[in-house]
């Protein structure tokens, strides 16, 4: 059961978090190079200690017979690794973490993932999978892509009416998950407003956020998760120390 699961809230973590994590900054500009937008991103997270935002994601498959998947909901964020995304659809799941142990519930199956986060395991540049930092989040994402305007105009108009950057990032080692990741940042405030990433299997990821609010006062016990007595329990369904 928690084979797709796995493959499923990889993603999204990846994406909600990681992405969303290196999104916030608020300041015009008038240069146009992409080291340039990439090195504003980061100095502006540093100062955010919490957010809240709608988001969606819509999952598109060309294998075998096309498919098209979607989630939404609202997730919030506080330094440091504490995050919740509580789930409109499908109504009632929801991933909470308070930077140690991270919970992905699924109430369809009333089963609960229980992800320890201190587990101490490195990848193969040796750092560690976890970290309750997002901007180390948000680096390594940097770390592990070749990024470049995906064309000479820019910045572009899009879809809504306003103008944005867009980042086009190319995985530097092709060892799964998203090859390529277009990056929609907003062109006055620096939000990324939507991410399209890809895979070598043809499936496409599309993530959007909305109603961005940045230094919210959050309470800590938003980040706890209580156990219902009849849930199932499965542990460390996404890594653990025998793997």
């Known amino acids: 059961m928690f084979i797709n699961l796995k493959k499923q809230m990889i993603r999204i973590s990846f994406m909600v978090f990681i992405l969303l994590s290196g999104s916030l900054g608020a300041q015009e500009h008038n240069w146009n190079s992409p080291a340039e937008v990439v090195k504003e991103i980061k100095e502006k997270f540093k100062g955010i200690s919490s957010y809240t935002a709608k988001f969606s994601i819509e999952t598109a498959t060309n294998i075998r017979k096309k498919s098209v998947k979607s989630v939404n909901g609202t997730c919030y964020y506080k ?4 995050v919740r995304y ?3 659809k499908p109504a009632g799941d929801l991933i909470v973490s308070d930077g140690k142990t991270l919970w992905i519930y699924i109430k369809s199956k009333n089963a609960v993932g229980k992800q320890d986060l201190t587990i101490q395991k490195k990848n193969k540049a040796g750092k560690l999978i976890f970290s309750a930092n997002s901007k180390e989040g948000l680096y390594r994402l940097f770390r592990k892509y070749h990024y470049k305007f995906d064309s000479t105009k820019q910045p572009r108009k899009g879809e809504d009416g306003n103008l944005y950057f867009v980042l086009d990032l190319e995985q530097r080692e092709k060892i799964g998950g998203f090859e390529n990741i277009l990056l929609f940042v907003d062109a006055k405030t620096y939000l990324i407003k939507k991410a399209i990433a890809s895979d070598s299997r043809g499936k496409t ?8 609010a940045l230094n919210q006062e959050l309470e800590d016990g938003l980040f706890k998760y209580h156990i219902s007595g009849n849930s199932k329990i499965v542990n460390n369904p996404l890594v653990s120390d025998n793997q």
């Open 86 to 88: 509580e789930f409109q």
């Open 205 to 212: 990821t599309t993530l959007e956020f909305s109603n961005i």
């Open 79 to 82: 330094s440091s690794g504490k």
